[in-house]
């Protein structure tokens, strides 16, 4: 997107910043550095679910159409800078090495498997408390019949849907990694320069 953006607006003829300006300003600031830095860029995506299901926000934000955009925002957002950090196009402020790249996928895996199995696993019906006002058996769904059972289901979407896209993600660059190492020397060794963009 940042490419993209940075293609369709036009430099700005002023002596202000104009949209392509203010893209690359983003796209370098600090905040952005510190975003998609590794450790942060995969903390953000492993710790989120984790933080959202099993604390007790997802139940307080139940009640709220807004807090569904914002979860649906914020999921958005760190699935994004994570997805930048491992196969992105956009070029990075901190450029990461290939083998950084998969390592970064490698590690999300179990992680995104932990999660799945947690949610398959808890005892308690995740967004059913009080403070959702037992929002799922208020529901009283005529197909739900179980409400564990359905939360077991989702667990297993979670684990399939997750891995599966983390599998696409790591072909993906594994492919890339395999082209750029081709186009530059042939030598087996690209996978430890960094990842040139593709255009």
């Known amino acids: 997107p940042l ?113 799945a199995a947690a949610v398959m696993n808890t005892h308690r019906v995740i967004g059913n408390g009080p403070a959702g006002a037992n929002m799922y058996s208020a529901l009283a769904l005529p197909w739900v019949r179980d409400l564990l059972a359905d939360q077991w289901t989702a667990g297993l979407i979670a684990l399939v849907i997750g891995e599966l896209s983390l599998l696409v993600a790591l072909a993906a660059l594994l492919l890339r990694w395999s082209q750029v190492d081709d186009a530059e020397d042939g030598s087996g060794l690209g996978g430890y320069r960094v990842l040139s963009s593709v255009r």
């Open 3 to 115: 490419s993209l953006a940075g293609q369709a607006f036009a430099p700005s003829t002023s002596a202000l910043a104009g949209p392509r300006e203010w893209v690359r300003i983003v796209g370098g600031s600090r905040f952005v550095t510190a975003l998609t830095h590794p450790v942060v860029a995969l903390a953000l995506f492993v710790g989120a679910p984790f933080a959202l299901y099993f604390t007790g926000l997802f139940d307080a934000a139940m009640r709220f159409h807004w807090a569904h955009q914002a979860i649906t925002g914020c999921f958005l957002v760190i699935g994004y800078v994570f997805g930048w950090a491992v196969i992105g196009v956009d070029p990075l402020p901190r450029p990461l090495p290939n083998l950084a790249r998969v390592g970064l996928l490698l590690a999300a895996m179990p992680a995104d498997a932990l999660f």
